[in-house]
């Protein structure tokens, strides 16, 4: 049995009392927009707030996250006035001053009591009689002054209590901190150290290799490329501990009283890194018009003069891509690092160096903050410094 | 001095053969174009020539010498490709000046050469462009440059103007015939699908098919006196007409071919009848289809002043001593 559906009346995409910029937004335009701009958030909110809560201020951020950086928080405090011995007499009359803050100069107090059930009993300015004689005025600075007629003889400072604000407050002490005292800096250096090379190194031998296999003719080219091919698929874990016993062995052989050098850092990245450059190298060069590496032969170049002249710079966003791609990987690794270098404290890098502030000052979260921020700025710096590489069009005009 | 000579040069890829048994002259200074249908092995030769392809049988001798097997740089020659293949990071001067500074040219003088080719193909305002910022008849034009600069014995050409449109085309077309007087002692080897620039341009034609060479000779041989029915096919626009069966038997052939500027519109005794099925009016000539019953339409050129009714009957005959006899194998019948 079958049924006759009548045709639905379709329906106008744009009805004339809608603006001209919805006319265009379907469901599905505006559900990839929708999670495009989810993606976003999830990207950038936590790396705003890694950002924001690192440079707060420590008190601050103790208490309150990163979201309230910009409103004035209230805190309660206490502290407790000196004793008779630190009175000054002025014109027959006894004082004692000071500042309920001591040094601390970015709070304000708002009120203050003598009692800690009533912090906020008396507004700053205003003053309050004591029991031990005399009266006690506080200023909205802190600064506080108890005068009296008669000498003061107690022996035990009075507390007083207060309710103060703090306003919002920026710094890079943290960082200064982070960098020099918690010898971040030094890790921080130790991480270029091992990246810079380790990045280098895997795509200058990429390049050239994957010129030949893509551009020469030669016995075996295929099977070579099948066989980085397959390496692609080798996962790290199972090859590092051979491969260090080997580097080891090695290292013995040449007298070395060490194997835990960076230069064995350097050939474990270069090792790992290079299938995966040389294939996309590769792909990338063979993919270039073949007419233009003609027209340079006929031209007169030899093959070393073909690869720097026409296929590097031509190939510039495909190195561009794997050096970010190597240099995340280098940066963020630890496992590498930890069996290439060991946990001696002069060539730890930074992911060494934070795994071991997590243990060390887990609760310190200033110097956490600041010394994830240090972590994932560099790589935000190289990803920036050479996006403007991933451009197409860069054979725009050579063919048709 | 530039003297091309192919002896029984033959090309193939595995079991595939591309060229076979290619046996040609080209003197110094001429202008040879191939021509072909599509997959003949037209730039399979040209490339051939240029070395860029091996060589798999025979000998190319470049003013006397084998060459087989000397790079493509050392045979004196340059090649203008069908897809311009310009070096696209490098501004228009030093796609110019590539080969020029491989070959260790002083600064000035590159610049001098450089700045001469521009001169003559009108380039010299866009010597600081890339590739990218320019149109398809000057990237074209750069491409010509890249190979004048270098004053090379032999020019190859790969059907450079197919990716021009038609004004552009006709434009580059005379360039090419200007640089070639301009240049007589360069030999050019041409390779195109186009009728015109091959009947225009050559000083000589040679016609290929399946890797074979069918025919060569002055373009006036090649329409005069076709060596074979595919040759008398390929030159000449609108294509000779072929019949088979009576009209040609009494011709005494197999196949009787006559140009449709060799028939003529009449009702004389022997005119063969139609029905008129199309026409097309370039202004100077019409040109009518007719259907006379065999697979393609006979193509007749009339007067562009004349119109014909579409279906109304017509008869033709050819011009006397205009027609080409063919007997079974394709080859033509003297006398
Ligand atoms: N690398 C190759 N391997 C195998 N066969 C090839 C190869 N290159 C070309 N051929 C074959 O050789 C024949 C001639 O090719 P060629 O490019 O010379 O043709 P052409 O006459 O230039 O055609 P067109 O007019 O379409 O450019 C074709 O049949 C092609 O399939
Ligand atoms: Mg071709």
């Excluded at chain 2, 190979?147 to 990716?163: G, M, Q, T």
Aim: glycine letters at 10%.
């Amino acid at each position: 049995m079958t049924t006759a559906v009548e045709q639905a009346p379709a329906i106008p995409r744009a009805s004339t009392g809608r603006p001209s910029w919805l006319a265009g937004l379907t469901l599905g335009r505006a559900l990839t927009h929708l999670a495009l701009l989810v993606l976003v958030l999830i990207w950038t909110l936590p790396t705003a707030g890694l950002l924001i809560s690192s440079l707060r201020d420590k008190d601050q951020l103790a208490v309150s996250g990163w979201w309230t950086a910009l409103t004035t928080s209230e805190t309660q405090g206490v502290t407790r006035i000196g004793t008779a011995e630190a009175q000054v007499e002025e014109g027959g009359r006894y004082f004692i001053r000071g500042n309920v803050f001591g040094t601390d100069t970015n709070k304000t107090v708002t009120a203050f009591g003598l009692s800690n059930a009533a912090p906020g009993a008396e507004p700053a300015g205003g003053s309050v009689e004591m029991t031990d004689g005399g009266a006690i005025t506080v200023q909205a600075d802190g600064a506080f002054e108890w005068a009296s007629d008669a000498p003061f003889a107690h022996t035990r400072g009075p507390r007083i209590f207060y309710v103060s604000a703090i306003a919002p407050r920026f710094t890079i002490d943290n960082y200064i901190e982070v960098l020099t005292a918690s010898g971040v800096g030094r890790s921080f250096i130790n991480s270029f150290t091992v990246t810079i090379p380790a990045t280098i190194i895997p795509i200058l031998i990429a390049a050239f290799a994957a010129y030949a296999l893509a551009w020469m003719r030669f016995p075996f080219r295929g099977l070579i490329v099948a066989l980085v091919v397959g390496l692609l698929v080798v996962p790290l874990q199972m090859s590092l501990i051979p491969l260090l016993s080997l580097y080891n062995d090695i290292a013995k052989l040449f007298g070395a009283t060490d194997g835990k050098t960076y230069l064995g850092v350097w050939l474990a990245h270069t090792a790992f890194g290079l299938p995966l450059a040389i294939y996309l190298l590769r792909n990338y060069m063979a993919g270039l018009p073949r007419e233009i590496m003609e027209s340079a032969r006929i031209d007169g170049a030899s093959h070393f003069k073909i690869f720097t002249t026409m296929v590097l710079p031509l190939s510039f966003p495909a190195l561009a891509s794997f050096s970010i791609f190597q240099f995340l990987w280098v940066w963020n690794d630890l496992l590498v690092a930890m069996v290439f270098l060991g946990a001696q404290q002069d060539k730890l890098v930074l992911t060494g160096k934070l795994v071991s502030l997590l243990g060390s000052r887990g609760n310190n979260w200033e110097i956490l903050t600041a010394g994830a921020f240090v972590t994932i700025v560099v790589p935000l710096i190289v990803f920036f410094a050479l996006q403007r590489y991933f451009v197409r069009g860069l054979l725009a005009g050579s063919v048709k | 001095m530039s003297h091309l000579k192919l002896t029984d040069v033959s090309k193939d890829y595995g079991h595939v053969q591309v060229l076979k048994h290619i046996n040609l002259d080209i003197v110094s200074g001429e202008f040879m174009v191939f021509v072909g249908p599509s997959g003949s092995g037209k730039s399979t030769l040209l490339r051939t020539i240029a070395g860029l392809e091996t060589i798999t049988g025979g000998t190319l001798e470049i003013d006397g010498e084998v060459v087989n097997h000397r790079a493509p740089s050392k045979r004196g020659i340059a090649m203008v490709f069908q897809s311009y293949a310009l070096y696209p990071h490098m501004n228009v001067f030093d796609n110019m000046a590539y080969a020029l500074k491989i070959a260790n040219e002083s600064k000035d003088e590159i610049k001098r050469k450089v700045e001469a080719a521009a001169e003559t193909l009108q380039l010299s305002k866009y010597l600081k462009r890339l590739p990218g910022q320019l149109s398809g008849g000057q990237r074209q034009r750069v491409a010509i440059g890249r190979a004048i600069v270098r004053d090379p014995k032999v020019f190859l050409f790969d059907e450079p103007l197919s990716n021009l449109d038609a004004a552009l085309r006709v434009a580059t077309r005379l360039q090419i015939a200007k640089l070639h007087q301009e240049m007589s002692k360069s030999t050019m080897i041409y390779v195109t699908h186009d009728q015109v620039e091959a009947m225009t341009l050559a000083d000589r034609i040679c016609v290929l098919r399946d890797g074979m060479l069918e025919q060569v000779g002055t373009p006036m041989e090649l329409y005069e006196n076709p060596q074979s029915l595919f040759v008398a096919g390929f030159i000449g626009s609108p294509k000779m007409n072929f019949f088979n069966g009576a009209i040609a038997g009494k011709y005494g052939a197999e196949t009787l071919g006559v140009r449709p500027e060799h028939l003529e519109i009449s009702d004389r005794e022997g005119s063969w009848s139609g029905k008129v099925i199309h026409q097309e009016n370039l202004g100077s000539d019409n040109f009518i289809y007719i259907d006379m019953g065999g697979e393609e339409p006979v193509v007749v050129r009339a007067d562009g002043a004349s119109h014909y009714t579409t279906g109304a009957p017509i008869s033709i005959a050819p011009m006397a001593n205009k027609t080409y006899r063919f007997d079974k194998a394709g080859k033509p019948i003297k006398g």
